[in-house]
């Protein structure tokens, strides 16, 4: 007996269970397929390897920690974590149910942080400086890792497990920059990458690297790069190399430069490789510094629309879009949109209108006419999409990303029916610009406004 437990009963509970009481432990399950591997502790290619029964005996080997087979699971753990046997002893009973003998308490306590650092391959020093905490997310044990806004408060997180995906907090919070402890500063080089882990990792390497949610960065966030001489580093995949096209071009007359860094290997339709596992350290920082100028794609060009988040917060949503819907115009001068530009929209008598152009049948000139019109829906659902980018948080591999949504019917909905549209600006009516102030007859109002040239928008509070 071994203080709290009986080691051959935890053992016989064990078997069979080994890859994922290892990967509890902060061991990838993808080292343990038996192929060489890099090894999660002293790195190499290939020197790292588990065995066709690890999965019953949890024992694995590697060339340059071992001069033998390790011997089993507890070792394993021992070696990986540098617990004491019955440290390690206690994790794997408490993974598979053992209850410890009675009248004992059992004292270990994982440290969380230093579990996932070593499941994600970073160093545990450099997660702690990106703010990682110990904490519990619905009674599991988290890292949890602080986003910063564009002003450089905390204002989200990001919770890291060692084998599951990384979740932000919910709402608003998937938005944001991941830094080292300390805001970037004029004058110096910082790198950009995609995610926390890897933002790490190049810390761990010696950058000042900063991590992003996502692929790319939005425009309100340069604003912390300013007079920066920045790198992006993007992810070899479609969406990672679309997004540091649009990343330079947020950050290009903020930073005091902006270079792209074609890591190693081939671009791929999504998921890319861990090119610093894969391709090692020298390689990354050859492409590092042979990072080139941003320039614009003729191909690819910004999207300036702000983001919007669909939460389950209808009332906040739709408020949100409302904003943005006031803020489409266009010359007063023009007041329908030729298709070109973004046409405008404006309340009338508690509803939303646009102007649109109708011929006049009482005008031999077949010019056309000015004419207020109700919003229908489906005008509602395309201005919207004119407007903002409507983004929802799902899960994928890597964690919870943004996808791009449609607007939902209960959005356009709301929208339509609200009534009270203090972001628009309210319409009063049409009139010619002689008599702008003498209109009290819609029939007047309609002939007045033959003149394509003198007509002009009468809006509530102008003179």
């Known amino acids: 007996m071994s203080n709290q437990f009986e080691v051959e009963e935890v053992k016989r509970a064990a078997n069979g269970q080994w890859v994922s009481i290892l990967a509890e432990a902060g061991l990838p399950t993808e080292l343990l397929d038996g192929r060489g591997q890099p090894c999660p502790k002293c790195g190499g290619t290939d020197r790292f390897s588990a065995f066709r029964d690890t999965e ?30 019955p440290e390690s002893l206690q994790f794997v009973a408490e993974q598979v149910g053992v209850q410890p003998t009675a009248g004992v308490t059992t004292c270990r306590e994982v440290d969380i942080v230093a579990t996932v650092a070593r499941a994600k391959r970073m160093p545990v020093e450099v997660l702690r400086q990106f703010g990682a905490e110990s904490t519990k997310r619905r009674g599991k044990p988290v890292a949890r890792v602080p986003v910063y806004n564009e002003d450089g408060q905390q204002h989200s997180y990001f919770d890291l497990t060692p084998d599951g995906k990384g979740l932000f907090r919910k709402g608003k919070g998937s938005a944001g920059v991941f830094l080292p402890g300390q805001l970037p500063k004029r004058g110096e080089t910082r790198l950009l990458v995609e995610g926390c882990k890897d933002a790490a990792a ?232 002689a008599t702008r102030w003498q209109c009290d007859s819609e029939a007047w109002l309609r002939r007045a406004v033959r003149n394509p040239v003198s007509t002009e928008l009468c809006f509530s509070g102008d003179p």
Not at 56 to 85: A, K, P
Not at 230 to 246: C, F
Not at 353 to 375: A, F, G, M, T, Y
């Open 202 to 433: 190049f810390v761990g390497l010696g950058f000042k690297a900063a991590g992003l949610p996502r692929n790319e960065m939005e425009a309100k966030y340069a604003q912390l790069f300013e007079g920066c001489d920045v790198i992006i580093a993007p992810d070899l995949d479609s969406a990672g190399m679309t997004g540091a096209q649009k990343t330079g071009g947020r950050l290009k007359w903020i930073a005091a430069s902006v270079r792209i860094a074609r890591l190693p290997g081939e671009v791929v339709k999504s998921g890319g490789q861990d090119v610093l596992a894969k391709d090692g350290e020298q390689a990354v920082r050859t492409a590092i510094e042979a990072a080139i100028p941003w320039e614009p794609s003729s191909s690819d060009a910004d999207d300036d629309r702000p983001e919007v988040l669909i939460t389950f917060d209808e009332a906040e949503v739709a408020t949100e879009v409302l904003k943005h819907l006031g803020g489409l115009t266009c010359p007063i001068s023009s007041p329908v949109s030729d298709g070109a530009e973004r046409p405008a929209i404006f309340e009338h008598c508690g509803k939303l209108v646009h102007i649109v152009n109708e011929r006049s049948p009482e005008n031999s000139l077949d010019d056309s006419v000015p004419q207020i019109q109700p919003l229908e829906k489906p005008i509602i659902r395309e201005r919207i999409t004119q407007a903002v980018r409507l983004v929802e948080e799902t899960n994928s591999k890597d964690g919870t990303i943004l996808v791009p949504k449609r607007p939902p019917d209960w959005l356009t909905q709301s929208i339509q029916k609200r009534g009270n549209y203090k972001y628009i600006r309210r319409l009063e009516g049409i009139t010619g610009a």
């Open 56 to 85: 019953e005996t949890g024992g694995v080997m590697c060339r340059q920690c071992f001069s033998e087979r390790n011997g089993d699971g507890l070792s394993t753990i021992q070696w990986l974590t540098g617990w004491s046997f």
